[in-house]
């Protein structure tokens, strides 16, 4: 139970430094983090619908299919961890003014938290939805690799993101994507158990 409390309040943290990282320093560049946040960017764009709610959209229709491939409880985590993602994004949008100094800073520092937000997440059981629910389905019934159909996956949307909005954000967004991925990768190998002793010695 103890464990189970601990995991769900880790999982809310790495959801909420997720959303912080889209809220702050993506989304107002209309910088996709990958497919679901470009599908948000464009239901924001062609819409008006706030980046939250169409991030919530986005990702929910895609967890309808991980109920059947996944089972309910890597499901449930996720669904729960992009729900406090979206929330988050609507809260930070409304209510937090952050100014933006280059666009290549907010770049750098949005690949770094949203890396660490992603590696928490999926160290401790669930995912940050988006495609890497379609595409673990399709690697898994047509026998491809997984990280290539998620990046053509990707890929798609980027490009349709960029054509509709800017060009450049396809090459922001694949950026993007290759920098969290080494955050995300140093955070899943990350001893969690240690820092936790350490801290237990100044508790």
């Known amino acids: 139970m103890r464990q189970e409390l601990l995991n769900g309040g880790l999982l809310t943290i790495g959801a909420m430094i997720q959303g912080v990282s889209m809220a702050?320093?993506?989304?107002?560049h209309g910088i996709?983090?990958?497919?679901?946040?470009?599908?948000?960017?464009?239901?924001?764009?062609?819409f008006r619908m706030p980046h939250g709610a169409a991030l919530w959209?986005?990702?929910f229709a895609l967890l309808t299919l991980a109920l059947y491939s996944f089972?309910?409880?890597?499901?449930?985590?996720?669904?729960?961890?992009?729900?406090?993602?979206?929330?988050?994004?609507?809260?930070?949008?409304?209510?937090v003014y952050l100014?933006?100094?280059?666009?290549?800073?907010?770049?750098?520092?949005?690949?770094l938290v949203f890396g660490i937000g992603v590696g928490i997440l999926?160290?401790?059981?669930?995912?940050?939805?988006?495609?890497?629910?379609?595409?673990?389905?399709?690697?898994?019934r047509m026998r491809y690799p997984p990280g290539k159909v998620m990046f053509w996956l990707n890929m798609t949307i980027?490009?349709?993101?960029?054509?509709?909005?800017d060009w450049k954000i396809a090459f922001y967004a694949i950026f993007c994507q290759?920098?969290?991925t080494q955050i995300i990768d140093a955070v899943y190998k990350f001893n969690f158990r240690r820092l936790f002793n350490l801290l237990r010695l100044f508790v």
């Open 24 to 28: 702050l320093f993506l989304f107002p």
């Open 32 to 46: 996709p983090s990958g497919g679901a946040a470009g599908v948000a960017i464009l239901l924001n764009h062609w």
């Open 57 to 59: 959209l986005a990702n």
């Open 71 to 95: 089972g309910y409880r890597w499901t449930l985590r996720t669904m729960y961890s992009v729900t406090v993602t979206s929330y988050t994004v609507h809260v930070f949008e409304l209510y």
């Open 99 to 111: 100014p933006h100094v280059h666009l290549f800073f907010d770049l750098i520092c949005g690949g």
């Open 122 to 140: 999926i160290r401790f059981g669930a995912s940050s939805g988006g495609m890497v629910i379609p595409s673990l389905i399709i690697a898994t």
């Open 158 to 165: 980027f490009i349709v993101a960029s054509t509709v909005i």
């Open 178 to 180: 290759w920098f969290s």
